[in-house]
């Protein structure tokens, strides 16, 4: 079965950093590209991050530019998302999805072309 198990979310203070993680499993990792979307209720789900393929080329919504980092392990099959000087706006549930291919299509939006998502994991940015 296709898993994407997104981890790593909690509470934190503003200013402080944050790693989530999203492991992989039961599709071909390599070659799927893989992205971040985050969701605040009554909001629509936008395009946080994304990473693809083997060109490691990446894409940043600019709102976190600066801020975020994407990577992602080959031998884990594992995403991750390093979140520093967090502010209160990005208090959201974070998603992780995978779309098979290189190109990095549907990050600047809400993700409908992704073609698997994992359960979210809740970021809470307070002061």
């Known amino acids: 079965d296709v898993q994407l198990q997104a981890s790593g979310g909690g509470l934190v203070q503003t ?13 071909n990792f390599d070659d799927y590209a893989i992205g971040w ?13 994304c990473i693809s393929t083997s060109d490691g080329n990446t894409y940043y919504h600019d709102s976190v ?6 990577s992602r392990d080959y031998t884990r099959n594992v995403v991750y998302l390093q979140m520093n000087s967090l502010k209160d706006e990005d208090t959201a549930v ?30 809470t940015v307070s002061s």
Not at 39 to 48: S, Y
Not at 65 to 70: H, L, N, T, V, W
Not at 95 to 116: F, K, N, T
């Open 15 to 27: 200013g402080g950093s944050l790693r989530l993680s999203c492991a992989a499993s039961g599709f």
């Open 37 to 49: 979307f985050r969701q605040v209720p009554g909001k629509e789900r936008e395009g946080v991050s």
């Open 65 to 70: 530019k600066g801020r975020f980092a994407i």
């Open 94 to 123: 974070y998603y992780c999805a995978a779309r098979l291919g290189w190109a990095l299509i549907g990050c600047s939006g809400a993700g409908e072309v992704m073609d698997y998502w994992g359960k979210g994991t809740l970021v």
